[in-house]
């Protein structure tokens, strides 16, 4: 039979175990919440981090709206042919040759893939034009016009401009251009969808003749400078047509007054520039609707390939 005293120790050790017991569970649930309110912090960031990413991210890209834009070439084809059924004769010889160069282009008419419809709007890109005249480096900045810029980079990517000709040499008074990007060489040409219009910001204006203003002849006109790119497009705002844009671009090859609705996409680098100069210098070819001012240019410039990097 044990003692009172050993009664009493027991008493107390089994206490003590008790209250050692408690104090352990005490800690663990300390923990456990530590531990529960670490992942809730890092769920929470983790989430908050998600979100400011994708508003930063969003804040990168654009999209764009491309739209789907068949070339009819049979349907022209045949209007010049009607036309030219009831045409006086000293138009007929224009009009033929106007038709033959219709008919030439449609054999050469070639589709591209539309591109992505989101697109970065920071950055540069590297467009490489290597041309029977050498290479044209021409700087893509995407912060100018990104839908289009991304337009172009599909396009080269696609080999859309591979084995064309820049078709159009103008040098007059208030435009001096080199357009290229049609494989037809009629100005119809387009990879079959077109691109939104991206205006141009921050360019010089021209001011408005107060004259031609008051008979409503006039609307507002800004110097596109020497070694700009940019897009062409048959917008007309009268007929409500717009968005027209495509793959055909121009280089300005002395600072040209334009309105300010083509969409700028980079500039040409001087090198570039000196290749885009003798063909300038070479002079003009006149087309069946073309003038001296306005043709095809007598030295070719081909575009072997065309790559982005």
Same mark, same amino acid.
């Given at each position: 039979?044990?003692?009172?005293? /050993?009664?009493?120790?027991? !008493?107390?050790?089994?206490?003590?175990?008790?209250?050692?017991? /408690?104090?352990?569970?005490?800690?663990?649930?300390?923990?456990?919440?530590?531990?529960? !309110?670490?992942?809730?912090?890092?769920?929470?960031?983790?989430?908050?981090?998600?979100?400011?990413?994708?508003?930063?991210?969003?804040?990168?890209?654009?999209?764009?709206?491309?739209?789907?834009?068949?070339?009819?070439?049979?349907?022209?084809?045949?209007?010049? /042919? *009607?036309? =030219?059924?009831?045409? #006086?004769?000293?138009?007929?010889?224009?009009?033929? !040759? $106007?038709?033959?160069?219709?008919?030439?282009?449609?054999?050469?008419?070639? *589709?591209?893939?539309?591109?992505?419809?989101?697109?970065?709007?920071?950055?540069?890109?590297?467009?490489? =034009?290597?041309?029977?005249?050498?290479?044209?480096?021409?700087?893509?900045?995407?912060?100018?016009?990104?839908?289009?810029?991304?337009?172009?980079?599909?396009?080269?990517?696609?080999?859309?401009?591979?084995?064309?000709?820049?078709?159009?040499?103008?040098?007059?008074?208030?435009?001096?251009?080199?357009?290229?990007?049609?494989?037809?060489?009629?100005?119809?040409?387009?990879?079959?969808?077109?691109? #939104?219009?991206?205006?141009?910001?921050?360019?010089?204006?021209?001011?408005?003749?107060?004259?031609?203003?008051?008979?409503?002849?006039?609307?507002?006109?800004?110097?596109?400078?020497?070694? *700009?790119?940019?897009?062409?497009?048959?917008?007309?705002?009268?007929?409500?047509?717009?968005?027209?844009?495509?793959?055909? $671009?121009?280089?300005?090859?002395?600072?040209?007054? =334009?309105?300010?609705?083509?969409?700028?996409?980079?500039?040409?680098?001087?090198?570039?520039? &000196?290749?885009?100069?003798?063909?300038? &210098?070479?002079?003009?070819?006149?087309?069946?609707?073309?003038?001296?001012?306005?043709?095809?240019? &007598?030295?070719?410039?081909?575009? &072997?390939?065309?790559?982005?990097?």
């Amino acid at each position: 039979m044990s003692t009172n005293e /050993e009664r009493r120790e027991a !008493a107390r050790q089994k206490l003590e175990d008790r209250l050692a017991r /408690e104090r352990q569970a005490a800690k663990k649930r300390k923990l456990s919440m530590l531990a529960a !309110a670490g992942v809730a912090v890092v769920a929470i960031a983790a989430v908050g981090g998600y979100f400011w990413y994708r508003n930063w991210d969003d804040k990168r890209h654009t999209t764009c709206d491309y739209t789907a834009a068949p070339v009819d070439f049979a349907k022209t084809i045949k209007a010049v /042919e *009607t036309q =030219l059924a009831t045409a #006086p004769a000293e138009q007929k010889a224009q009009g033929e !040759a $106007f038709l033959k160069e219709l008919r030439d282009g449609e054999a050469n008419q070639r *589709t591209s893939p539309m591109p992505d419809g989101r697109t970065l709007n920071t950055g540069t890109l590297d467009l490489t =034009l290597a041309t029977n005249l050498g290479n044209v480096p021409i700087t893509l900045d995407r912060s100018l016009a990104a839908c289009n810029v991304n337009a172009v980079q599909s396009l080269a990517s696609n080999g859309f401009y591979d084995g064309t000709q820049c078709h159009r040499l103008t040098n007059s008074a208030n435009l001096s251009v080199l357009q290229c990007g049609d494989p037809t060489l009629t100005g119809m040409g387009g990879p079959g969808w077109n691109t #939104p219009d991206e205006d141009p910001t921050g360019l010089k204006e021209v001011p408005i003749d107060p004259q031609m203003a008051a008979m409503g002849m006039s609307q507002p006109t800004v110097i596109y400078p020497r070694g *700009t790119i940019a897009i062409a497009n048959s917008n007309n705002a009268e007929q409500g047509r717009a968005n027209t844009g495509s793959a055909q $671009f121009f280089i300005v090859t002395k600072d040209s007054t =334009l309105t300010p609705t083509l969409a700028v996409v980079g500039h040409v680098d001087d090198a570039g520039m &000196k290749i885009i100069d003798q063909v300038a &210098k070479g002079g003009i070819v006149p087309t069946a609707t073309g003038s001296a001012e306005d043709g095809t240019p &007598k030295l070719p410039l081909q575009i &072997k390939t065309a790559s982005v990097a």
